[in-house]
């Protein structure tokens, strides 16, 4: 165990003398983190700032602004009236609004019959979301007015009297919509930014460590030292094992830095630390398992640094970690799942929206497994094609 | 450099258990053999020098032996342990010092001296008293907190021989130890072998430097194209070649007639004029030193001005032109 | 002409490297794809459906609705806790549950309680109720004609639902209609056209930054030393590495303009404005890697350390995500670096369609930085060069 410890604390000691390395590993990642956390606090919030112009001075406007003020929509919209459509219009293509909604002169009139005149919603492109709302909004108002006069209508194409309108109308304003849509909360909490792109940069930077590693490799057998080593009286495996010994603990010291860092100081957020930890301990491994294989595919150097490059690139663009997965096509998110840090990343968003324990780790750290079972074993058929030419 | 305890002298055991027994080793790498069918052995306390130009299969021999590389055929024992079979114990009895210097930069002097003494199992205390040991050695404790790579060429090259020590191998294994290296340090570097072997560590040691091989070594083996050409001390080398000695005479006068009076001697086997220069007569002859006067007599009875007399006797330089043809250092 | 001999060695010796290719091409345009994929759809609520696969008329009147809705973007999952997942992953904004008793309730009489599971505390989730339950109050008003119409004039009420379905289609209704006020984006357009400029900008500048190593590998390597004692002088050289790493990022910026416009239909805006964009950008990128060159002590440092500048640098100027998002304090620190001056340029020229005369001021900035950079990496060049020499 000794020659195993010993190579492991000379790598570590190696790494941890080089100033890139712990800008690479301890810096790069809690900087990054740090700067997204900040540039998405700012849209922590969905809010929609509404002008509203009531030229109709109806029953039915009104209606639709105490819809608007209501206690369901209250930390969503502010609503702020204006006198004219030009003065509404202003406020929107320049500020304070992001949408407006004007209500037409004779709304009110329409509802009992007359000629309906539309509800203009102002947008702006900024705001196309805020502009989806105001529309929501005043879609859905316009709805049971619309409704009624649906009812009126089918029935006299289906055969009522055409003289009993007025009765058919009177009857019709009472009717509610029969289908309501109620808002239910779903279990667990909104995933916060921060929660899922904190662990995913400190992979990012983790798995940019594999070119280190693998660089450290052939250094090491470019200026002897591996055959010093392995004039050693050592087993076989025991130069491998202290090398991913060292590959281990320094992607682990990695990832926990950042993680620490996000959860502590940026505030992100995981139902089950212990969960976040199983998950680092599985991505370090993976980490190692890449590492062996960079270096049993590469025979120089460069070769390495290149192909690690390579891989790191694949891995993290097919993963998401450059880009929220989950706002990504079904097809993406597939494709996450052959890599061990989009599996990762799912654990950390299921750990980050109140799942605990296996039912939110399991199913990534077999994923995890399975990756780095596939990529060792890759590694260790190349390893024996190798040896023997 | 200090001198270590216990500096008692041994000479070599020629006629004992050799420490390092290698039989038949073959080694191929794809259509080319590297060694072919190499077999030697060194005793206890005996420095053996593998020499051979570039590329003639002394690293690989060398990589054989400490077992990083494997032998397609042949056997190697250290202390009569097989290496491949028993790597361990083998291994242990080893100290190898390859040819580039296998050092951590980044890391200290002291750092690296711990690292590979670590690998050996050594236990902590007596770990640390060798390292001590071992910086003494080789005269760099003043700078045992220092990074390599703020160390000299000579002073790396040192620390390089001195990280194959920190474990106390009985065969100390050092390829090529003195190539690139400034004059001082080299001759420190051959100081400290040759009391490697005066204290019975059996030393193997590879060089194409012959005046290295021939100060420094109580056996030599000549390799080239991966086999072992001819063996034995530096003395007995130069004998296959030593009965005769060559001796140049630049003259002036009828060199021409000198020559054939000179090959009329019975001890001269040939005499030569070589008019490129000034006029030179060369002569091969059998025991130079006692043939000199009457070839001076020969020169005055023939009217010819002798200005200089050179006798050149064989070294292992010579040796090897005579056993491959080629000179070694080109 | 030894300038050019200067800027000829560079240029062969990094275009020779096969790896470069990969960070100059592939990896940018692999980037672009992921990225071009992901931020699309903004402007559209994701609605997961759960309904019944064998459900009567009802039901598949109300998907089809949902399905159809421009301000939504539906996907029907099979089950419930499918959908639950997919929610609370952010997957979806909101997931409507259809009870499978819909069909059987329509008819009436009573109101049929249709849920919305929505992400508790999620940011955008009030919002997306809106435009659910304004799309389900179109679906609720044929569902109420049909039973108004049963009521009125008997018959049975599947078919007075295709009855209301079809007079809707015939009947005005009160309209809500959209106006846009602000046609003016500060934001680059979506898809492709947002990846495309933004990774123009971030990979010019990565790149440049990492061919910086060359310079550093050839003060190691002595190369300097060597052309110094031939009759060149130190300005020579950097103005010879100058023209090397300029024509490099022009080549790579003139790779990904190509398949952004060939690949992605991605339109460059008005072709003198984008062409001074893309010389001045290379010129910034050039400045970088010479001062990368100048400041570096080894090649691996540039390697490990430049990307993460590179890549934090972006993060500051808006090319992960548009710096009108962040808060304002971030939106000003954010342009103190040169890419968020090139992403603004980018936005007025895709975005607003402006020309040079729009983007000049822009450029000038960006010259400022071109020229500093490369003010600063000559000087530090220099002294280099005479401590080598």
Known sequence: MRPVLAIALKDLRQRLRDRSAWVIVF????????????????????????????????????????????????????????????????????????????????????????????????????????????????????????????????????????ADLPRLSAQAAELRLPVQARPADASGYALKGVSYFGPSMGMFFVLFTIGFAARGYFSEQRQGTLDRIAAAPLGRGTVLLGKSLATFAYSLAGLATTLTAAHFVFGARYADPLGVAALCVGMSVAVVCLTTLVIVVSRTERQAEQLSSVVVFALVLLGGNFVFASAGPAALRRLALFTPNGWALRGFTDLGTGVSGLAAVRDPLLGIAACSAVVALVAAVLFRLRRTP | MATPQAAQTIRPQQDAEPLLDCSKLVRRFGSRTAVDGVSLDVAPGETYGLLGPNGAGKTTTIKIVCGLLEADSGTVRVAGLPVRAAPGPAKRLIGYVPQEVALYPDLTVRENLLFFGRLYRLPRRRLERRVEEVLELIDLTARGEDRVDSLSGGMRRRLNIGAGLVHSPTLLVLDEPTVGVDPQSRHAIMESVRRFGDQGMAVIYTTHYMEEAERLCDRVGIIDHGSLIAEGTPRELVALVAEKDQVQLVASGDLTRYAEACRALPEVEGADVDRSDEGTVHAVVRDARSLLPRLLDLAHANRVQIRSVEIVEPDLEAVFLHLTGTALRE | MRILAVTRATVVRIARDRGALFFMVLLPVAIIVVIGVTVRGFDQFRVGVVAAADAGPVTRDLVTTLTDDPALRTHVYPDQSTARTALRRSETDAVVVVPATLDRQAAGPGTVTLPILVAPSATNAQAAVAAVESAVADHAGRVQAARFTVAETGGAFDSRLGLAARTAAATPSVSVTQR??????????????????????????????????????????????????????????????????????????????????????????????????????????????????????????????????????????????????????????????????????????????????????????????????????????????????
């Open chain 1, 27 to 162: 810096l790069a990642p809690v900087v990054i983190t740090a700067l997204m956390s900040m540039a998405f606090s700012g849209t922590a919030a969905f809010h929609a700032k509404v002008a509203v112009v009531d030229l109709d001075h109806g029953t039915a406007a009104a209606g639709l602004l105490q819809t608007l003020r209501s206690p369901q929509l209250a930390d969503t919209v502010s609503v702020r009236s204006y006198p004219a459509t030009e003065e509404a219009a202003q406020a929107v293509r320049h500020g304070p609004e992001q949408a407006g909604i004007v209500i037409p002169a004779g709304f009110t009139a329409a509802v009992a019959g007359g000629r309906p005149e539309p509800v203009t919603v102002l947008s702006s492109v900024d705001y196309p979301l805020q502009a989806q709302l105001a529309n929501a909004v005043a879609t859905s108002f316009v709805a049971q007015v619309n409704a009624d006069r649906l009812s009126v209508a089918t029935a006299l194409t289906a055969g009522a009297l055409p």
């Open chain 3, 180 to 389: 846009t006020v602000n046609g003016q984006s500060s934001y680059l357009p979506l898809g492709y056209s947002y990846s495309t400029p933004t990774m123009l900008v971030l990979f010019v500048f990565i790149n440049a930054v990492s061919n910086g190593a060359s310079i550093v590998q050839n003060r190691q390597s002595g190369v300097y030393s060597r052309a110094l004692a031939a009759p060149v002088g130190a300005g020579t050289l950097v103005l010879g590495e100058t023209l090397a790493y300029l024509s490099l990022a022009l080549v790579q910026s003139a790779l990904i303009v190509s398949v952004g416009a060939l690949a992605f239909g991605v339109s460059w805006g008005a072709p003198a404005a984008a062409l001074a964009l893309v010389g001045v950008w290379a010129l910034v990128g050039t400045g970088a890697g010479l001062l990368a060159g100048a400041l570096f002590r080894t090649p691996e440092q540039v390697h490990s350390i430049g990307p993460a500048v590179g890549i934090t640098l972006g993060m500051l100027g808006g090319c992960m995500w548009p710096l009108a998002i962040v808060p304002a304090w971030l939106r000003a620190a954010g342009h103190v670096v040169p890419q968020s001056w090139a992403v603004d340029s980018w936005t007025e020229l895709l975005s607003r369609h402006g020309g040079l005369h729009a983007v000049l001021g822009y450029l000038v900035i960006l010259t400022a930085y071109a020229a500093g950079l490369l003010l600063l990496a000559t000087l530090a060049l220099r002294r280099r060069l005479a401590s080598v020499g």
